[in-house]
């Protein structure tokens, strides 16, 4: 009987996919890509086919994959993206309790959620809701955007506009459990 099957080989496929691009598109993706350094693939395909280069999207992705796997293109660190706020401060708020933190009293932890309401076009209230974890009491309030009445005032010191009562959580809106 011949075992010489299960003996262990390499499992490496055969073949490999070997570049079907020359060195000379390779140089043109990475002096665009060097000029546009925040740019990905699909706007560097435009950009190629301005220069009359026709290559698709997926080969141009493989060239820049292989240029960083080559260490000839290093990418910008990401530092301080406009438009995302995540990791630049430490919020002196909203800090998570420990897991083993004891709650006992009412008010000793509160859920807070925000939503966007929009009754009418052009017309947007920002929804506080206040969930007390041990009485299981709700405070919602609604303010707008923007309010002319309090323009100098302290955000600390104005008051709620709207729809400000306490209800037991027995009443739940919308069906939603909280």
Request: hydrophobic share 35%.
């Amino acid at each position: 009987m011949d075992l010489s099957s299960l003996e262990s080989g390499s499992h490496r496929p055969r073949r490999c996919r070997r570049p079907t691009w020359s060195f000379l598109v390779e140089e043109k993706v990475l002096t665009l890509r060097l000029q546009f350094p925040r740019w990905g693939k699909d706007k560097l395909v435009v950009l190629l086919r301005n220069q009359n280069l026709r290559l698709s999207t997926s080969m141009v992705g493989r060239i820049l994959t292989h240029l960083k796997q080559q260490g000839r293109l290093v990418e910008a660190p990401r530092a301080g993206v406009k438009g995302s706020r995540r990791g630049l401060r430490v919020r002196p708020y909203a800090v998570r309790k420990p897991k083993q933190y004891a709650v006992s009293a009412p008010g000793d932890l509160v859920q807070v959620d925000t939503m966007d309401v929009r009754p009418v076009p052009g017309m947007v209230f920002k929804q506080f809701t206040a969930r007390d974890l041990v009485s299981r009491w709700d405070v919602v309030q609604a303010h707008p955007r923007y309010c002319p009445e309090c323009d100098g005032v302290p955000r600390h010191a104005r008051s709620p506009h709207a729809l400000s009562h306490p209800r037991p959580a027995g009443r739940r809106r919308f069906g939603v459990r909280g």
